[in-house]
């Protein structure tokens, strides 16, 4: 199976920061990679799908970027409710896998 | 209003059964590939299993296969995920989410349930 990647596991920012997440697949995954975001007791919620298409309704302060094994995820300016879980997923197998998530505070 | 709505999670003895249910209203479920996807207390997301919409293509996480049976009634608007020999590492609230074909070429997960909970102890 492949395996995702995601760094850092967790990090502090300050309202207004702009924030990276990197996700690595073990194996050249194309751009078959989704970010969603997941708030405490809440379902995930489908950001970016195949590594840079923002889903409908998504600000546009989030933005994703990558092909092949490396992929990121960027928050241009966060926001008090972006403060939350970010997890990648590859759909390149049939076998589905998810990154470990990054668990993103305000600092 | 694309809405999923999981049921059937309890307290369940190592070794037991239980079958979960996801009811699905607001979009044509019979034309839908399905997942289910778990999440341990306090830890991240593991997909465990995919139905495709006629039911003929299924697959399995290494974890739950052979123990875990996934199906669906389109008639229903229904998923299901029935879970046998159940172990302590079972534990974890299970999402079913819907499966789709985005305008980018890969598949998402579109819409998730609220999630049930599932825990096994003795």
């Known amino acids: 199976d492949i395996q995702m990647t995601q760094s850092p596991s967790s990090l502090s920012a300050s309202v207004g920061d702009r924030v990276t997440i990197t996700c690595r697949a073990s194996?050249?995954?194309?751009?078959?990679l989704n970010w969603y975001q997941q708030k405490p007791g809440k379902a995930p919620k489908l950001l970016i799908y195949a590594a840079s298409n923002l889903q409908g309704g998504v600000p546009s302060r989030f933005s994703g970027s990558g092909s092949g094994t490396d992929f990121a995820l960027t928050i241009s300016s966060l926001r008090p409710e972006d403060f939350a879980t970010y997890f990648c997923?590859?759909?390149?197998?049939?076998?589905?896998?998810f990154g470990q998530g990054t668990k993103l505070e305000i600092k | 209003e694309v809405q999923l709505m999981e049921s059937g999670g309890g307290l369940v003895q190592p070794g037991g059964s239980l079958r979960l249910s996801c009811a699905a209203s607001?979009?044509?479920?019979?034309?839908?590939?399905m997942n289910w996807v778990r999440q341990a207390p306090g830890r991240g997301l593991e997909w465990v299993s995919y139905i495709s919409s006629s039911s003929s293509t299924i697959y399995y996480a290494d974890s739950v296969k052979g123990r875990f049976t996934i199906s669906r009634d389109n008639a229903k608007n229904s998923l299901y995920l029935q879970m046998n020999s159940l172990r302590d590492e079972d534990t974890g609230v299970y999402y079913c989410a819907r499966d789709h074909n985005s305008f980018g070429g890969d598949r998402v997960l579109d819409y998730w349930g609220q999630g049930t909970l599932l825990t096994v102890s003795s």
């Open positions: 607001g979009f044509s479920f019979s034309i839908y590939s």
């Open positions: 997923q590859q759909t390149y197998t049939n076998i589905y896998t």
């Open positions: 194996q050249i995954i194309d751009n078959y």
